[in-house]
């Protein structure tokens, strides 16, 4: 099963900026999909933004006009862009493969986003 490791996270002042990365031990190009959760304190794992195999993004209303999805095949990576932070952006992120049955695979270490003054 393909590895993901998360890395960007950090603690930013609300109004920043960060980018998440998701860097997969193999190749995603067949991947139906991949996506970026967040687990914020006390919550349920939530879908931020996910990228199909295609390229069409699809994001939370939450981050909508704030937060982007990209992904680079040849990298194997899948970005995050996180514009105009909040406190309520606060959390855990993780990225995850999504398969056709919107199955998602083992859950990796994630990274961690903290907003705060």
């Known amino acids: 099963q ?3 490791v998360e890395s960007g996270g950090g603690l930013v002042q609300p109004g920043g900026s960060l980018r ?8 995603i190009v ?3 999909a991949m996506g970026w959760y967040r687990r914020a304190p ?4 939530e879908l931020v933004a996910a990228i199909n ?3 069409t993004p699809n994001i939370n209303d939450s981050v909508k006009g704030r937060f982007t999805i990209s992904r680079v095949n040849a990298k ?4 995050l862009d996180m ?5 309520e952006d606060t959390a855990v992120y993780y990225c995850n493969t999504i398969s ?3 199955e998602v695979g083992p859950w990796g270490q994630g990274t961690q986003v903290t907003v705060s003054s």
Request: glycine share 6%; charged share 20%.
């Open 2 to 4: 393909v590895q993901l």
């Open 20 to 27: 998440l990365s998701c860097v997969a031990s193999e190749s």
């Open 30 to 32: 067949s991947i139906y």
């Open 42 to 45: 006390g919550k349920l794992r």
């Open 53 to 55: 195999s295609a390229g």
């Open 76 to 79: 194997n990576t899948v970005y």
């Open 83 to 87: 514009n105009s932070l909040k406190p």
């Open 100 to 102: 056709r049955d919107l």
